[in-house]
């Protein structure tokens, strides 16, 4: 079967979300580590 | 247990929770790109929705959470209440980043642009402004009192637009596709792809309230060692 050819936006959606869900939480962990 | 004690303790508790969902967000991301089938007519760009959905989910209930805090604190004038729905709100700008960025990257090869101004996208990026206006306005307000009370008058405004983002695209020409699950009928998908999307909608709340638990545990932390600096001084 034929499929559109945009699988770039889908890889490119799925790094954004892990860069950003990742980030915040070591961003929370650094902040923790300070507060200790 | 003094409070100190309790708050690392919920630190703990709330990273554990947290290195969970990381572990389900990896079980998703797997399952939908791998197991679940490539759709038809939008090709690869539709799995975007697995994780798009989800987040935007999490991110409306972590600003629904701070507003119903908010209507709390003006209640009860605790101040757990306060830090609990300032960390909602500082969880919900963090998870908006990943809707309001995974939408434009799947409205592109489905809708032809990045970005329009119709009334779903503009109203969900006016909530994500205002809550980031309320971390701003916390942080410029140095008495806890006013900074509390001002930041939950906010919270309780913003609390009204949380169903009216939900409500835009069935009163309101858009492109935003309506809602799949969160509608009075069944929900209009295959078997294979309502699981990935349930499992993703799981994933991101756990994610959530691991999130919460961490902020909220630091958040006392910081008063504490606040509290600390002022009888020192004193």
């Known amino acids: 079967m034929n499929y559109p050819d945009n699988g770039a936006y889908m890889v490119a959606a799925y790094i954004v979300t892990a860069v950003v869900v990742v980030g915040y939480a070591a961003m929370l962990f650094y902040r923790s580590r300070k507060l200790r | 247990m ?36 490539i759709e038809r007519f939008q090709g690869p760009a539709q799995k975007i929705f697995y994780v798009h959905a989800p987040v935007a989910w999490a991110s409306l209930l972590a600003f629904a959470v701070c507003g119903l805090l908010s209507v709390g604190y003006l209640f009860m004038r605790d101040r757990r209440l306060d830090l609990l729905a300032m960390s909602s709100a500082e969880v919900g700008v963090a ?49 806890h009192e006013v900074r509390a009370r001002y930041s939950a008058v906010l919270g309780v405004m913003a609390l009204a637009l949380v169903p009216f983002i939900h409500l835009t695209v069935y009163w309101f020409r858009t492109l935003h596709p309506a809602p799949v699950i969160m509608k009075p009928e069944a929900p209009s998908l295959p078997g294979v792809m309502l699981v990935t ?29 606040l509290e600390e600096a002022a009888h020192e001084l004193s």
Request: aromatic share 14%; glycine share 8%; no cysteine.
């Open chain 2, 95 to 143: 998870l908006s980043v990943a809707m309001l960025t995974t939408g434009p990257i799947w409205g592109k090869p489905i809708w032809g642009t990045w970005w329009t101004w119709d009334f779903r996208l503009s109203s969900t990026l006016f909530l994500f402004l205002l809550f980031v206006g309320y971390l701003v306005l916390r942080g410029a307000l140095a008495d």
């Open chain 2, 197 to 225: 999307l349930l499992m993703s909608l799981a994933v991101f709340t756990l994610l959530y309230g691991g999130f919460l638990t961490v902020r909220y545990g630091l958040a006392v932390l910081e008063d504490v060692r």
């Open chain 2, 2 to 37: 003094t409070r100190r004690e309790r708050a690392l303790r919920t630190v703990r508790r709330g990273t554990v929770l947290t290195v969970v969902a990381l572990l389900g967000l990896v079980i998703v991301y797997v399952r939908a790109l791998m197991f679940t089938p």
